[in-house]
């Protein structure tokens, strides 16, 4: 769960009885960072119809983003751009349902 700005971590939890009043989301899947592995975690979730949100602290995209050529990822073609790349991971989560918050 996440509601004002903090992260409420459940460990083996059978049963959890919302207090009156809660007014957040709740989701089967909570990924922190929204880096190429977040991001990867949140398409696999998404696609499988979990109810999946990434939280990211600073710009969505990790350290590939503050590359120009990208040239070793599997299926990145000629000229692809770190921004770029993450622009359309990013698309895609989403197109699965993915929700992201920083
Ligand atoms: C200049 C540069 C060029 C590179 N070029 C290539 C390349 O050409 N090919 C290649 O394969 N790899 C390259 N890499 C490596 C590649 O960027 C990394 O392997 C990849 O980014 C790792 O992804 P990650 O999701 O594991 O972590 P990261 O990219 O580090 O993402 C982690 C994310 O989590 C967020 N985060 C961390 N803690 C929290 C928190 N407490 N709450 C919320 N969010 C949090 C961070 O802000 C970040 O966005 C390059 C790296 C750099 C720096």
């Known amino acids: 769960m996440y509601q004002n700005n903090?992260?409420?971590?459940?460990?083996?939890?059978?049963?959890i009885t919302i207090k009156e009043g809660f007014?957040?989301?709740?989701?089967d899947?909570?990924?922190?960072?929204?880096g190429p592995a977040g991001l990867s975690?949140?398409?696999?979730g998404a696609r499988a119809k979990l109810k999946t949100l990434i939280l990211e602290k600073g710009k969505a995209g990790g350290q590939i983003v503050?590359?120009?050529?990208?040239?070793?990822?599997p299926g990145s073609v000629e000229n692809?751009?770190?921004?770029?790349?993450?622009a359309?991971?990013?698309?895609?989560?989403?197109?699965?349902?993915?929700?992201?918050?920083?």
Request: net charge positive.
């Open 6 to 15: 903090k992260i409420f971590i459940y460990k083996n939890v059978k049963k």
């Open 23 to 27: 007014i957040g989301d709740i989701y």
């Open 29 to 34: 899947l909570i990924i922190i960072g929204s």
């Open 41 to 44: 975690a949140g398409l696999y």
């Open 66 to 73: 503050t590359t120009h050529d990208v040239a070793n990822y």
């Open 80 to 86: 692809a751009s770190g921004p770029k790349l993450i």
């Open 88 to 102: 359309r991971m990013v698309e895609q989560c989403k197109s699965f349902g993915a929700e992201m918050k920083s």
